[in-house]
């Protein structure tokens, strides 16, 4: 199975999963989605700043971010939820670029070269530049923790790296935001307008990396064919 597949599935099983939980436990008897939302508004800044400086940590310290994305919309909604991870994202993937290019290179340059994947990434930055960051973001081919340590070993500038990765991670970052916003809900046994928009979200951000493999493939047999 190809990995959008992979990823779709696993969406399914998990709603699935969700629903039984929720009827054999009776989850919703604990789960107060307003006393959570009344709590997070209770700290008032320092719930958004906190949460913002554990994200913009965890690419540094390759901590997968789509936890993290998820508990953002749990926490804040899908509006709120968008700006938060966006904000914590960016900040986290710039840092994981500086930390390559100015301050542990050597280090960092052995770990990607043991992956064989960094000379790859270098050429294709050289020939297309920020474009290669957007691509890569958008169809996500490569680790996200891995791809903010690689770009800063790269050509790239850094104001081009950093507005292609806020720029072209925000369909992905809306389509997770919107669907986790409706997952109190759907404990509670709620089908939301968020829930149906975001699993169609999430399912469309999912199909991308299978479109481009299917459209790179036709230019290929159409070039053959020429």
């Keep these: 199975m190809n990995r959008s597949a ?3 599935s696993i969406l399914v099983v998990f709603i699935v999963m969700a629903f039984a939980l929720a009827g054999i ?3 919703g008897r604990y789960i107060d989605e307003e006393g959570v939302r009344l709590w997070i508004a209770g700290l008032g800044v320092w719930g958004p700043v906190i949460y913002i400086i554990i994200y913009s940590a965890a690419p540094s310290l390759m901590i997968p971010g ?3 994305t998820l508990i953002g919309g749990i926490l804040f909604g899908p509006l709120w939820g968008v700006v938060y991870v966006v904000i914590g994202s960016t900040i986290g993937a710039c840092a994981a670029f ?3 290019r100015y301050m542990g290179r050597s280090w960092v340059e052995g770990f990607l070269k043991k992956r064989g994947r960094l000379e790859e990434i270098d050429a294709k930055v050289g020939e297309k530049g920020w ?3 957007a691509f890569t973001r958008l169809v996500p081919l490569f680790p996200y923790n891995f791809l903010n340590y690689a770009f800063g070993l790269t050509r790239i500038k850094f104001s081009h790296y950093a507005a292609a990765t806020a720029i072209f991670m925000l369909p992905g970052i809306v ?3 919107v669907f986790s916003s409706s997952i109190p809900g759907l404990l509670r046994g709620r089908i939301t307008l968020s829930f149906i928009i975001g699993i169609c979200l999430v399912a469309a951000v999912s199909l991308i990396p299978l479109i ?4 790179t493939a036709r230019r290929g047999d159409r070039g053959h064919g020429q």
């Design 6 to 8: 992979v990823k779709i």
């Design 175 to 177: 389509a997770y935001v």
């Design 66 to 68: 789509l936890p993290l």
């Design 98 to 100: 500086f930390v390559a």
């Design 212 to 215: 481009h493999k299917i459209y």
């Design 25 to 27: 436990f009776q989850l």
């Design 131 to 133: 474009k290669i960051v």
